[in-house]
């Protein structure tokens, strides 16, 4: 019997990280009255998103469960973001928060899983 090839979704993840902290690093300067959190808060998590992008590497069993705790509190950051902002910030700020929340969802999904399958128990 065959075995199924490994389903690996780290490049997948990896692109996400880079694309949210990109997102976060451009609209940064546009929304820096609207983000409830100090500056330097938000470099630290445009620094933790592309650490952990360049970490992510399906054979580190860490840095899959980190990759999992990063999309955790990616989403509950921009989730609250999308909650918090609707109807009462700029269109703009809103329509950041949205594209960061869903972005941390694939990021959730994707990392859960390549989790899953690193977590498998061999079947040699």
């Known amino acids: 019997m065959e075995e199924e090839p490994v389903k690996e979704y780290s490049s997948r993840v990896r692109q996400i990280y880079l694309l949210m902290a990109v997102i ?8 820096k009255n609207e983000v409830p959190f ?4 938000s470099v630290f998590m445009i620094l933790l998103l592309v650490i952990f ?11 899959m469960k980190m990759d ?3 999309s955790i509190l990616a989403f509950l950051v921009f989730g609250s973001y999308v909650m918090s902002a609707y109807g009462g910030k700029s269109a703009l700020f ?3 928060s949205v594209a960061l929340a869903i972005l941390s969802i694939l990021a959730l999904y994707f990392n859960s899983e390549s989790l899953r399958e690193n977590l498998k128990p061999s079947s040699s």
Not at 38 to 41: A, D, N, T
Not at 53 to 63: A, D, I, Q
Request: proline share 10%; charged share 5%; glycine share 14%.
């Open 24 to 31: 976060l690093l451009v609209s940064a300067a546009f929304f």
């Open 38 to 41: 100090p500056v330097p808060l």
């Open 94 to 96: 809103f329509g950041a």
């Open 68 to 70: 999992f705790g990063v």
């Open 53 to 63: 992008g360049g970490l992510t590497n399906p054979k580190l069993k860490w840095v």
